[in-house]
Every structure is written in C-alpha cells, then in structure tokens.
C-alpha cells in the first residue's frame, strides 16, 4: 500500500509558500491602492455621468402614451447621451493633461 505522508520538510515549505504568497498579495493591493487612488473629482464626473445616462433613458421610458417613443424622444435621448459622453471625456483629459 502506498502510505501518505508528508514530512517535516514537506510542510516547512509549504507554509512558507502560503506565506509568500499572502505576503505578496498583501504588496500587490497596497501598490495597487497607491497608484490608482481614486481622486475626488473622479467620482464626480462618474456621478455626473450615470445622472445625465438616467435622464436619458427616462427620456425613452416616458415617451408617448403609447409605450413607443417617438422620433423626438429618441433624439432627446441621444443628446443627452452625447452630453454625458462629452463630460466624461472632458474630464478625463483634464486630469490627462
């Protein structure tokens, strides 16, 4: 019969690859956490944005009263999509520059 076991040495290792490796992860998230704080501004203009992509869609849901929305709704719904595009890309060139 083929006996399992592992020896002293077996475990000594493996604890220490385990160690290694939370260790590891610990400096991944911390490097992580540093280099891409997010910045106040940021979370604005992705407030910003997912404000002016709502408006948008409510544009579509109260169109008519039929349930359709009609070609002026449509285009509503496409300028305001446009403008919560445009925001979005302005301030990420901002903070480019």
Known sequence: MIELAASETTIVVII???V??????????????????PEE??????????QLTEEARSLLAHGHGSGDP??????????KK???????WASARRRAA
């Not at 290694?20 to 704080?37: D, K």
């Open 70 to 79: 009609g070609v002026s709704d449509i285009a509503r719904f496409q300028a």
């Open 16 to 18: 220490v690859s385990a």
């Open 41 to 50: 501004d940021s979370v604005k203009d992705v407030h910003q944005f997912v």
């Open 20 to 37: 290694g490796a939370l260790l590891t992860t610990a400096i991944v998230i911390a490097v992580f956490f540093v280099a891409f704080e």
């Open 82 to 88: 446009d403008e919560a595009r445009k925001a979005l």
